[in-house]
């Protein structure tokens, strides 16, 4: 039973936890700041972690369902005692999603759940820098976390909410919400 000082403070929080037990705590910042930008409270939950049954294709692909995991996810969250407004897993695997190839991540926002991977955001070829990973995991789960909160895909490039078929066109947007998504998030808030 939880007080009503305690469901208050969680309606405000997005739970951050892993997939599998990866450790992602070092993504921790980037993870805590996309959770900030909404003017949510994160919970980087460190020993808590969603696990899921490996189909064949998962092997095959050597990657996981995205949908799958979600429901993973919300069933064992169902089940413990934290009742958090939303909930953002993190995976170091590759994500697909029905026919498409991969996904960078997928939120649910019936469930309140998203999912994010790191797989392709951590990729070290050319000439990137630590800061500019830190930037792609923090514009990712921003993007995911702003889905939960009612925000869909946005037309402009730039915006967070602008959907990502590469790492370019992650790199192209720039760590921010666009006006009008802004406008839309204190319409959806209230
Ligand atoms: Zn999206
Ligand atoms: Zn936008």
Do not use: W
């Not at 980087?44 to 050597?62: G, H, P, V, W, Y």
């Not at 026919?99 to 000439?127: C, P, Q, W, Y």
């Amino acid at each position: 039973m939880s007080r009503p000082t305690s469901s208050v403070r969680k309606n405000r929080e997005v739970t951050i936890l892993s997939y599998e037990g990866h450790d992602i705590s070092q993504f921790r910042d980037s993870l805590e700041s996309a959770a900030i930008l909404y003017g949510l409270e994160p919970n980087f939950a460190s020993d808590a972690f969603i696990t899921s049954d490996i189909s064949e294709l998962e092997k095959q692909r050597n990657q996981r369902d995205a949908v799958k995991v979600i429901m993973y996810a919300k069933n064992t969250l169902k089940s413990s005692d934290e009742n958090p407004r939303y909930s953002l897993v993190v995976t170091r695997h590759d994500l697909f999603m029905n026919k498409m190839h991969f996904v960078f991540g997928l939120a649910n926002r019936e469930m309140g759940i998203g999912i994010l991977s790191t797989s392709r955001l951590t990729l070290r070829d050319e000439n990137v820098t630590p800061s500019q990973i830190k930037e792609r995991i923090f514009k990712e789960a921003a993007h995911e976390i702003g889905h939960l909160g009612g925000l869909a895909h946005c037309e402009n490039r730039t915006c967070i909410m602008a959907f990502s078929n590469t790492l370019e066109e992650v790199d192209q947007k720039l760590p921010l919400l666009c006006d009008d998504c802004k406008r839309k998030l204190r319409i959806e808030g209230r």
